[in-house]
C-alpha cells in the first residue's frame, strides 16, 4: 500500500499530474477541469451527457492536455481502464437537480449509487496494489435534508422525509455514497476527500434541470415573468463555481483533509423572492415576479427546504477559503453573458 497519498504514481509517464474527472463534461465538473489543466495537470474526462454539454469542454485552453471519453461511470470495463493512470480522481457525476428527480426517480437512485461503488472498488484495487491514488466525491447540502436547524455543521444529523416522496432520493442517495465513501478511508485507508456543495451558480449553469438563478436570469433578459416556488420565502446560500473549485482542489491538496467531509458554499442566505427582485434589479428588467405552488412546479407530494446555510467553520480551519464573488457580482456576471448570448 502506498506510504502517501500524495507520491509519485507509479503509472505516470511525465511529471505532470494526471486527473480523471467523472461529468467533467457537466456546469461544476468544466470549470474544476479548466483549474486543473491551468497548473499544467494531463486531465481525462469521462462523461455521459446525460446533462453535460460538449460546448462546456470546447472553449478551455491547454486542451493538447485533455483526454475526452463518452461513456459511464456505471461501465465496469471503462472504469477499470481509467482508474489505472491518474494520481487525484474527482467524482462529480451525478444525476443533479430537483426537477430531474422529480421526473425520474429511478434514474437517480441508479445513476448515483451504483458507479459510486464501482469506483471506490476499483480504487481501493489500484491502491492495495501500490497506486497512489487521492479521490474527491462531489456531495451536496441535500444530505442534511431537512434538519430544522438554521445552520448546518458537518456533524449535524441527516432528517429525511418519507420514501414515498422522491424528493428525498437524492439526498438519500448521496448519503450512501458518502457512507460508502468514509467505509473505504476507515477500512483500506483509500485516501478520500468529501466536499458537501451547497448552491453553486455561474457561467454554463443550465436552468433546464431547475437551477434557480439561470432560470431567473434568463427570464429576467428575455422579458418573461420570474416564476418564484411557494411563497418565496425560502432560504438559501449561492457561492461561484469558481471559488467552490479553489477550495476543493485545495482540500486535494491539504493533508489534514484526507478522510474528511466538508461543507463548501457560501453562508450569506437571501430568500427566493428577494434573489428574484435582485435578478431583476441588476438585469434591468421589467419582468413581472410571479407565484406558483409547488404541486405546480413539480408534483403533488413535493417537499421543499425552507432554509438551507452553510457553517463554514471547518472548512476554514483547514484551508484558506475566502471567496472572491459576491451575490451581486454573481447575478452581474450572468447577466451579461445571458445578454451577450441573446
Ligand atoms: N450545482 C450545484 O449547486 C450542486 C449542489 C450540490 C451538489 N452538486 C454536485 O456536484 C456535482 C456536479 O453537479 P453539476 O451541477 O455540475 O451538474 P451537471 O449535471 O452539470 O454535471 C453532472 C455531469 O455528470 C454527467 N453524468 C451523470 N451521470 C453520469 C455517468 N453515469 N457517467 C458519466 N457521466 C455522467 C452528466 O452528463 C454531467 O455532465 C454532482 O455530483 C452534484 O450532485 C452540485
Known amino acids: ?30 470549470h474544476l477541469v479548466d483549474s486543473l489543466l491551468a497548473d499544467g495537470y494531463h486531465v481525462t474526462v469521462v462523461d455521459d451527457y446525460s446533462t453535460g454539454r460538449r460546448e462546456n469542454l470546447e472553449s478551455l485552453g491547454n ?12 461501465d465496469a470495463d ?9 494520481d487525484e480522481v474527482y467524482h462529480l457525476a451525478a444525476a443533479v437537480g430537483v426537477a430531474l428527480i422529480a421526473r425520474q426517480p429511478i434514474a437517480t437512485i441508479e445513476r448515483n449509487i451504483y ?15 501500490g497506486h497512489s491514488v487521492k479521490l474527491f466525491l462531489a456531495s451536496t447540502s441535500e444530505v442534511y435534508g431537512k434538519n430544522p436547524k438554521p445552520v448546518w455543521n458537518e456533524e449535524d444529523d441527516l432528517v429525511f422525509g ?18 460508502l465513501t468514509l467505509a473505504y ?8 476527500v468529501i466536499a458537501r456543495f451547497f448552491n453553486v451558480v455561474g457561467p454554463r449553469q443550465t436552468g433546464a434541470y431547475g437551477m434557480v438563478l439561470p432560470r431567473f436570469v434568463g427570464a429576467a433578459v428575455r422579458g418573461e415573468p420570474l416564476l418564484v416556488h411557494d411563497d418565496g420565502k425560502q432560504q438559501r446560500c449561492f457561492a461561484h463555481v469558481r471559488d467552490v473549485v479553489r477550495a476543493v482542489r485545495q482540500l486535494m491538496q491539504t493533508d489534514s483533509a484526507t478522510g474528511r ?20 434589479r441588476i438585469a434591468g428588467s421589467r419582468s413581472s415576479i410571479e407565484y406558483c405552488s409547488y404541486a405546480q412546479a413539480y408534483d403533488d407530494d413535493f417537499e421543499d427546504v425552507r432554509r438551507r446555510v452553510p457553517d463554514l467553520t471547518r472548512l476554514k480551519q483547514t484551508i484558506d477559503y475566502q471567496p472572491d464573488y459576491d451575490l451581486e457580482s454573481i447575478i452581474e456576471e450572468l447577466v451579461e453573458r445571458m445578454k451577450n448570448e441573446k
Not at 509517464?13 to 463534461?25: E, F, I, K, M, N
Not at 458507479?115 to 496494489?129: D, F, G, M, N, V
Open 78 to 86: 471503462l472504469v477499470r481502464s481509467l482508474v489505472s493512470q491518474p
Open 1 to 30: 500500500m502506498p506510504s502517501s497519498s500524495t507520491g509519485q504514481n507509479r503509472h505516470s509517464h511525465s511529471s505532470a499530474p494526471r486527473a480523471l474527472v467523472t461529468g467533467g463534461a457537466g456546469f461544476i465538473g468544466s
Open 185 to 192: 478511508w476507515r477500512e483500506r485507508r483509500l485516501p478520500i
Open 261 to 280: 467531509v466538508f461543507n463548501i458554499g457560501s453562508d450569506r442566505p437571501v430568500t427566493i423572492g428577494e434573489l428574484a427582485q435582485m435578478v431583476c
Open 115 to 129: 458507479p459510486t461503488e464501482l469506483l471506490l472498488a476499483e480504487l481501493a484495487r489500484e491502491w492495495s496494489e
Open 162 to 179: 418519507p420514501t414515498t416522496r422522491p424528493r428525498w432520493s437524492y439526498g438519500a442517495s448521496k448519503a450512501i455514497d458518502e457512507f
Open 63 to 74: 486542451r493538447d492536455r485533455l483526454t475526452l471519453i463518452e461513456g459511464s461511470v456505471g
